[in-house]
């Protein structure tokens, strides 16, 4: 996975009737605490990065867990991606009240969902699965903290393997229908292209402060959420080892 993959990308995240680049979506990507942060499936990192821990340090493919394998796929509705959509929308809007309208119509307008799957195909991630979605998001929240710019599939593909076991040992992730995965799915793939797309921008301007505040960003959701530091997570052929 390509870090500044979004650099390309950027240029038509935000096509609203007056100019703009992805520097809109700067102010977001920033935030410490990002839309839908406190949702169940983020503190399950922590059992993302035992699965290492407990295989040995060997890459494993997603297992079943009490014979049950994850079910990591959900039917898309697009009611549920509106209603996803619009509620990032006013987390954005009250972020950044300044370019309020301009976040809402860019938000609105623009097929980021899509954007998400353009970036993330060519490591056999897509739509449709809530695994596929935390990958994407931890491995490039873990790439803007070490300022990581290349991740190869077989790694990615390793951590998608750890985040459908955890997952998968999840009683109220087992209980959750279409509906649910997809909203959680979909928060992950929106934060992903606001906080991906800040950064490329910060870096194709050179803007060492702001991709300094963008990384630090990114480290501080793995202290929030799991209390490690993420310049000290290593990203192994089997996926994220503990320190």
Same mark, same amino acid.
């Given at each position: 996975?390509? *870090?500044? $993959?979004?650099? /390309?990308? =950027?240029?038509?995240? +935000?096509?609203? @009737?007056?100019?703009? #680049?992805?520097?809109?979506? %700067?102010?977001?990507?920033?935030?410490?605490?990002?839309?839908?942060?406190?949702?169940?499936?983020?503190?399950?990192?922590?059992?993302?990065?035992?699965?290492?821990? *407990?295989? $040995?340090?060997? /890459?494993? =493919?997603?297992?079943? +867990?009490?014979? @049950?394998?994850?079910? #990591?796929?959900?039917?898309? %509705?697009?009611?549920?991606?509106?209603?996803?959509?619009?509620?990032?929308?006013?987390?954005?809007?009250?972020?950044?009240?300044?370019?309020?309208?301009?976040?809402?119509?860019?938000?609105?307008?623009?097929?980021?969902?899509?954007?998400?799957?353009?970036?993330?195909?060519?490591?056999?991630?897509?739509?449709?699965?809530?695994?596929?979605?935390?990958?994407?998001?931890?491995?490039?929240?873990?790439?803007?903290?070490?300022?990581?710019?290349?991740?190869?599939?077989?790694?990615?593909?390793?951590?998608?393997?750890?985040?459908?076991?955890?997952?998968?040992?999840?009683?109220?992730?087992?209980?959750?229908?279409?509906?649910?995965?997809?909203?959680?799915?979909?928060?992950?793939?929106?934060?992903?292209?606001?906080?991906?797309?800040?950064?490329?921008?910060?870096?194709?301007?050179?803007?060492?402060?702001?991709?300094?505040?963008?990384?630090?960003?990114?480290?501080?959701?793995?202290?929030?959420?799991?209390?490690?530091?993420?310049?000290?997570?290593?990203?192994?052929?089997?996926?994220?080892?503990?320190?």
């Amino acid at each position: 996975m390509k *870090r500044t $993959g979004f650099a /390309a990308l =950027a240029v038509g995240v +935000v096509l609203t @009737a007056r100019p703009a #680049t992805a520097q809109d979506f %700067s102010s977001i990507g920033s935030q410490y605490i990002d839309y839908g942060a406190s949702m169940m499936a983020v503190g399950q990192l922590n059992n993302v990065l035992g699965s290492t821990d *407990r295989s $040995g340090g060997r /890459a494993e =493919a997603a297992s079943p +867990v009490n014979g @049950a394998p994850a079910d #990591t796929g959900y039917r898309a %509705s697009p009611e549920v991606s509106a209603r996803v959509r619009t509620r990032f929308a006013d987390f954005a809007a009250k972020a950044d009240p300044a370019n309020a309208e301009r976040l809402r119509e860019a938000i609105r307008r623009q097929d980021l969902l899509g954007l998400w799957e353009k970036h993330v195909s060519i490591d056999g991630l897509r739509r449709g699965d809530v695994a596929d979605a935390m990958t994407a998001y931890w491995v490039q929240n873990w790439q803007m903290a070490t300022r990581t710019s290349f991740v190869d599939r077989a790694r990615v593909r390793a951590v998608r393997g750890q985040v459908a076991r955890a997952l998968a040992s999840n009683p109220d992730f087992k209980h959750l229908g279409d509906a649910g995965k997809q909203e959680m799915a979909e928060t992950f793939m929106l934060n992903f292209v606001v906080q991906g797309s800040a950064y490329s921008d910060a870096m194709t301007r050179r803007d060492a402060g702001l991709a300094e505040r963008l990384s630090e960003a990114a480290a501080a959701r793995f202290r929030r959420e799991v209390n490690i530091d993420a310049r000290q997570l290593k990203l192994t052929p089997a996926g994220f080892a503990r320190p």
